[in-house]
């Protein structure tokens, strides 16, 4: 067989690497094939096992990020839930958790994971949630086992320059109605997310528009004059701002954080999985949990102890996980062990903390710390 020389897109793709296509509409890649040069049947590459079918293993596997901003908060993670990662050396690509017999942990890149929980080379991993949706495309057998591991915020926003025609655009609406849009010259996106990007697009009515691609920096895109907008992951806001761009309203498409997803294969069909995905998220709830509550301790006056918790117990957010534990306040007065204050200790959720700090103030106790 001939040499392989190009690359295409199935069906007929106007996704470019940053050299716009003049064709309008919306493009939804499905498949990357390479061609032989003199050969006519187009040669199909997949992602992982060429036969789409995991060779036989007993091991589950469980795929890690190997590099990037995910990797080290990731394993970071895991000790924390006393599942460490036994790496011999950071080059090595396969590691073991001593806590959880028959399990690979697996180091891949992030998009690559997804691929090859799809091709059913990986049973179990840690990725971002935009990772899931763009290299999953809907697939029906990743199941998010866990949604929210707290880490890797971000989102995946349409950003446009805040200079030139889009001075006065704020929102995707006023983007749509633009006059300039015609199919002769579409809106041009800058994207990594060639799936996720159109179809926000189409959901969100945007007729003519092309996307074009490019690995990292695509913040540039707009200045260099390749693109009109991006569509990329913003978590602070730097770069975008940096760069002379904006978010709009109605511009954002996902938001992200790490998630444990695992492949419906796997979990139904090979032995092991369900039960390490049982004790990995038991482990990971019980840390979350932990790492999400603060214990609020308040001293406050009251006849008695019962009085106190009345009046703490009147305020939703202070109830604590199963009430407020209460307890009397010795001091001497003239002479005499009196009680004047009750010590009051609650655990608070992180989200609900300045809330439950307002009601402390709103039930007049007379100090407190967290
Ligand atoms: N600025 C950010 N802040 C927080 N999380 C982010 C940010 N950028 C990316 N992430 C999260 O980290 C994941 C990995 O990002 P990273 O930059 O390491 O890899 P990548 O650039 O997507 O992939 P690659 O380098 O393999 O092309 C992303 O999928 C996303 O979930
Ligand atoms: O809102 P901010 O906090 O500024 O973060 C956003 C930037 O972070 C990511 O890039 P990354 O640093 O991963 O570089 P990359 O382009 O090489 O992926 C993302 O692609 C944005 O460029
Ligand atoms: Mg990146």
């Given at each position: 067989?001939?040499?392989?020389?190009?690359?295409?897109?199935?069906p007929?793709?106007?996704?470019?690497?940053?050299?716009?296509?003049?064709s309008?509409?919306?493009?939804?890649?499905?498949?990357?094939?390479?061609?032989c040069?003199?050969?006519?049947?187009?040669?199909?590459?997949?992602n992982?096992?060429?036969?789409?079918?995991?060779?036989?293993?007993?091991e589950?596997?469980?795929g890690?990020p190997?590099?990037?901003?995910?990797?080290a908060?990731?394993?970071?993670?895991?000790?924390?839930?006393?599942?460490?990662?036994?790496?011999?050396?950071?080059?090595?690509?396969?590691?073991?958790?001593?806590?959880?017999?028959?399990?690979?942990?697996?180091f891949?890149?992030?998009?690559?994971?997804?691929r090859?929980?799809?091709?059913?080379?990986?049973?179990?991993?840690?990725?971002?949630?935009?990772?899931?949706?763009?290299y999953?495309?809907?697939?029906?057998?990743?199941?998010?086992?866990?949604?929210?591991?707290?880490?890797?915020?971000?989102?995946?926003?349409?950003?446009?320059?805040?200079?030139?025609?889009?001075?006065?655009?704020?929102?995707?609406?006023?983007?749509?109605?633009?006059?300039?849009?015609?199919?002769?010259?579409?809106?041009?996106?800058a994207?990594?997310?060639t799936?996720?990007?159109?179809?926000?697009?189409?959901?969100?009515?945007?007729?003519?528009?092309?996307?074009?691609?490019?690995?990292?920096?695509l913040?540039a895109a707009?200045?260099?004059?390749?693109?009109?907008a991006i569509?990329?992951?913003v978590?602070?806001?730097?770069?975008l701002?940096?760069?002379?761009?904006?978010?709009?309203?109605?511009?954002i498409?996902?938001?992200?954080?790490?998630?444990?997803?695992a492949?419906?294969k796997?979990?139904?069909?090979?032995?092991?999985v369900?039960?390490?995905?049982?004790?990995?998220i038991?482990?990971?709830?019980?840390?979350?949990?932990?790492?999400g509550q603060?214990?609020?301790?308040?001293?406050?006056?009251?006849r008695?102890?019962?009085?106190?918790?009345?009046?703490?117990?009147?305020?939703?957010?202070?109830?604590?996980?199963q009430?407020?534990?209460v307890?009397?306040?010795?001091?001497?007065?003239?002479?005499?062990?009196?009680?004047?204050?009750y010590?009051?200790?609650?655990?608070?959720?992180?989200?609900?903390?300045?809330?439950?700090?307002?009601?402390?103030?709103?039930?007049?106790?007379s100090?407190?710390?967290?």
């Amino acid at each position: 067989m001939s040499a392989l020389t190009t690359v295409f897109l199935l069906p007929t793709a106007s996704i470019s690497d940053f050299s716009p296509s003049s064709s309008p509409g919306y493009l939804f890649p499905t498949k990357l094939a390479i061609s032989c040069c003199s050969a006519t049947a187009p040669v199909t590459v997949v992602n992982g096992n060429v036969e789409n079918r995991s060779y036989e293993r007993n091991e589950v596997r469980l795929g890690l990020p190997s590099k990037g901003r995910m990797a080290a908060d990731t394993l970071d993670l895991l000790k924390d839930c006393q599942l460490s990662v036994r790496q011999v050396n950071p080059r090595q690509y396969v590691a073991e958790i001593p806590q959880i017999a028959n399990l690979e942990v697996w180091f891949q890149r992030p998009k690559d994971i997804v691929r090859k929980l799809i091709s059913g080379d990986l049973d179990l991993g840690i990725v971002g949630l935009d990772n899931v949706k763009e290299y999953g495309q809907g697939s029906e057998d990743l199941i998010l086992v866990h949604d929210t591991l707290e880490y890797g915020d971000c989102r995946l926003s349409l950003a446009i320059p805040k200079y030139g025609i889009f001075e006065n655009i704020n929102s995707l609406e006023e983007l749509a109605r633009m006059p300039q849009w015609t199919s002769e010259r579409p809106l041009r996106v800058a994207t990594g997310f060639t799936y996720l990007g159109p179809r926000f697009m189409e959901e969100n009515g945007l007729k003519h528009v092309t996307f074009s691609t490019a690995d990292g920096a695509l913040e540039a895109a707009p200045a260099m004059g390749i693109a009109d907008a991006i569509v990329d992951l913003v978590s602070s806001g730097t770069t975008l701002r940096e760069n002379n761009l904006k978010e709009i309203e109605g511009g954002i498409i996902l938001e992200s954080q790490a998630v444990f997803v695992a492949s419906k294969k796997s979990l139904i069909q090979r032995k092991g999985v369900l039960d390490i995905t049982h004790e990995m998220i038991e482990r990971l709830e019980a840390h979350l949990r932990a790492a999400g509550q603060f214990t609020v301790t308040a001293n406050m006056r009251g006849r008695s102890a019962e009085e106190v918790a009345e009046r703490i117990l009147s305020q939703t957010s202070l109830s604590g996980l199963q009430g407020p534990t209460v307890s009397p306040v010795f001091c001497k007065r003239d002479g005499k062990v009196a009680v004047e204050y009750y010590a009051i200790v609650i655990c608070v959720p992180k989200k609900a903390l300045y809330k439950s700090v307002q009601q402390l103030r709103a039930v007049r106790l007379s100090s407190f710390y967290i």
